[in-house]
């Protein structure tokens, strides 16, 4: 909610000012005059029209309007204060004082400049004030010891005390009218019920609000509960933007725990099996028309955006998150270069919806345009304001053809006008594989936004024939139907790679004591299962362990990699070749789902030994005969066996990493990618 507060703000501050209605000049008693003075200071315009876009439009000088109506109908002036909270708790308050917000600015020392963003240093919210106090008070309605949460297995963990910053952000997001309705064990009037929530309240499996179960978070989010962190905040601040998270409403939650206890529970994981969506909620659909331009932030973006693409067109728009260290982001780089071969690469523009992060450019051939449209849509919070703007989008470059490659944006868009857009352009989406949840079930774009999506698709493109099948027997898909799903086999990168020494490649740990060296490298999240890799390296002290990688959708850690002497944490890479292969001994693969692994592509032309574990596409080229495959994904026992018998028999590994090496280059050839592509776009248009 603060960031994007923030990022509202930080657009308003830089509207044109040709734009802003004309303010209505008005005759002001004396007293009001000063008052205005004393405010001025403190008081934030660009604030104060976010919140109160009735203002805006009114064309009355915000300040003025504080001061002479918006406080008696407690409107607030800034971020960091709040008239309703210093009404309720302020003792010091009176009524007849007038304004909260002069008296209480009047109340303070006298500040060493008039910046409104020293504010900070001396005011905070009311609401805070009174939690503190009470914290400090023995007769606090609330433990000041430390708390205890209780976990399924009896441990307990300690629960952090909020601080006020915590405090502030839980009141300015929950319900308490649902808090004291729903709790009348909680006495709202001797502590906030953001100060309660956040000490006994959570602990205790209270919701502060019906639209999140903060047990349903907690049972479905076990990282967040072993760290003994409060779930609201944590979704706040962090799992309200990583898609993998499940939260779900209070009714919701209590209709989801009916059905995994007692005698509907093998029905329903029958159910399951055969149709994911029944573990996963629906969003309805909206069919109201996405050419509506009634608010004033779209007119404005949608103006910059004519600006910015005036007398241009692009017949192909690449729609993606943002351009970070994933296979989905090199895959689009492969794709649009692949459509740079069919038509010119001009009519290419690929545009990042999600992120502004761009932390590999050279995945993009030249002449094929990248737009940072994340940098307008951010701005809006209205999820169908966000939508409006990208079909504009679309409409303004006259696009003809659309190819969706994990873009969260065009997903959303497709789920709401997926109708009217499939009417105008030939949309096509690129799907990798599908997401876990903690518990097992399956979702993410092939199984939530593909069953809502896919009658408006004109094809479906799959990395792996696997996927491509599984799509298929979902769907119903057979005979004509079939030609909807095309499987496109990533391909390898056109160069040679440069494998270096035995011994002297630039970021490889020298061997100690003739110690067998092992690789792996990826992402740092939950899919990639780096707690499997901590476990083989702990098992396996006589081995070293070279390390590649970041967090990317999870906590940015290390997993306790960093408390093992035998493991090497060695950052991120560009190239394949900075690995040093050549003086490496075996590649260890772990993960729990997953499409193609590019790097599984990139290391089998190393000619390194893979051990890799048995999910997604991988065993499309990975077998007895072409390394080491591992099922079940999560058995430590026969990956080290694995790993042993590489290392006992290196001629063994060559063998199969030579007839991996033949196997990808066969399969994955950079020219049979375009030539499959351009039949699949032939087809799907005949």
Wanted: with cysteine; net charge negative.
């Amino acid at each position: 909610m603060a960031n994007r507060i923030l990022k509202a703000l930080s657009f308003k501050k830089n509207r044109p000012k040709s734009d802003e209605p004309s303010r209505k000049p008005v005759s002001l008693p004396p007293e009001i005059l000063r008052e205005i003075e004393i405010v001025r200071p403190f008081f934030d315009e660009d604030f104060y029209f976010y919140k109160n876009p009735d203002v805006q439009a009114a064309g009355v000088d915000p300040l003025t309007h504080f001061c002479v109506h918006g406080w008696l109908e407690d409107r607030d002036p800034c971020a960091l204060f709040s008239c309703q909270c210093y009404k309720d708790y302020a003792q010091a308050y009176r009524e007849a004082f007038g304004n909260p917000f002069v008296h209480y600015i009047s109340c303070l020392k006298p500040l060493e400049t008039n910046e409104s963003e020293h504010l900070e240093d001396v005011v905070e919210d009311p609401a805070i004030a009174a939690a503190k106090a009470l914290a400090k008070n023995a007769d606090a309605p609330y433990p000041t010891d430390p708390l205890y949460l209780t976990k399924a297995d009896g441990t307990l963990l300690p629960v952090k005390t909020p601080d006020e910053h915590a405090i502030a952000l839980a009141h300015a997001n929950m319900d308490e009218t649902y808090y004291r309705k729903t709790y009348p064990d909680f006495d709202g009037e001797k502590v906030p019920a953001a100060a309660h929530y956040l000490t006994i309240g959570w602990v205790e499996g209270k919701n502060p609000s019906a639209q999140f179960s903060t047990r349903f978070y907690l049972d479905n989010n076990t990282d967040v509960l072993e760290q003994g962190v409060n779930p609201f905040l944590h979704y706040l601040r962090h799992g309200s933007t990583e898609r993998w998270r499940r939260s779900s409403d209070v009714a919701m939650a209590e209709v989801t725990a009916r059905f995994k206890k007692g005698p509907l529970a093998d029905a329903f994981r029958e159910a399951v099996a055969i149709e994911p969506m029944v573990a996963l909620p629906r969003d309805d659909r909206a069919i109201t028309s996405p050419l509506s331009y009634s608010e004033h932030s779209l007119r404005t973006i949608s103006k910059a955006l004519r600006t910015r693409f005036m007398g241009r067109t692009f017949r192909n728009i690449v729609l993606l998150p943002h351009v970070r260290m994933s296979g989905a982001a090199r895959v689009a780089g492969c794709f649009a270069s692949a459509l740079a071969e069919i038509w010119p690469a001009g009519d290419t523009l690929v545009v990042m919806t999600d992120g502004d992060m761009m932390e590999h450019p050279e995945w993009f051939p030249p002449g094929v345009e990248l737009f940072d449209f994340s940098q307008f849509v951010n701005q809006i919070a209205t999820p169908n304001v966000r939508f409006q703007m990208m079909v504009d989008l679309l409409h303004g470059v006259e696009a003809e053809r659309l190819f969706n490659v994990n873009s969260r944006l065009f997903w959303d868009t497709l789920r709401v006008y997926g109708r009217q857009i499939s009417q105008e352009f030939f949309v096509a989406s690129y799907l990798f594989t599908w997401d876990e949840t903690p518990e097992g079930f399956r979702g993410g774009y092939p199984i939530q936004w593909l069953r809502d999506c896919v009658d408006v698709l004109d094809l479906i493109v799959c990395d792996t024939a696997s996927l491509a099948e599984d799509v298929r027997t979902r769907f119903g898909f057979a005979g004509e139907s079939a030609k909807t799903v095309v499987t496109l086999r990533t391909p390898l990168a056109r160069n040679d790679l440069s494998l270096g020494g035995d011994e002297d490649v630039d970021g490889v740990e020298p061997r100690r004591d003739g110690r067998p060296r092992i690789l792996w490298a990826g992402r740092f999240d939950r899919q990639k299962r780096v707690d499997l890799l901590h476990e083989i390296a702990t098992r396996c002290p006589q081995w070293d362990f070279q390390v590649y990688g970041k967090a990317v959708l999870d906590a940015d850690e290390t997993f306790g990699l960093d408390k093992l002497d035998n493991v090497f944490l060695k950052g991120t890479y560009t190239a394949i070749d900075e690995l040093g292969a050549a003086a490496l001994d075996a590649y260890l693969y772990t993960s729990q789902w997953d499409g193609m692994p590019t790097i599984i592509l990139d290391i089998a032309q190393t000619g390194l030994p893979i051990v890799a574990a048995d999910v997604g596409g991988i065993g499309e080229v990975i077998t007895d005969e072409t390394g080491w495959l591992i099922a079940p994904h999560d058995d430590v026992d026969v990956f080290i066996a694995a790993l042993q018998a590489v290392i006992d028999n290196p001629a063994e590994g060559q063998r199969r990493a030579a007839a991996l090496k033949a196997r990808v280059v066969t399969l994955f050839d950079p020219d049979q990618y375009v030539t499959d592509l351009r039949t699949a776009l032939e087809t799907a248009n005949a």
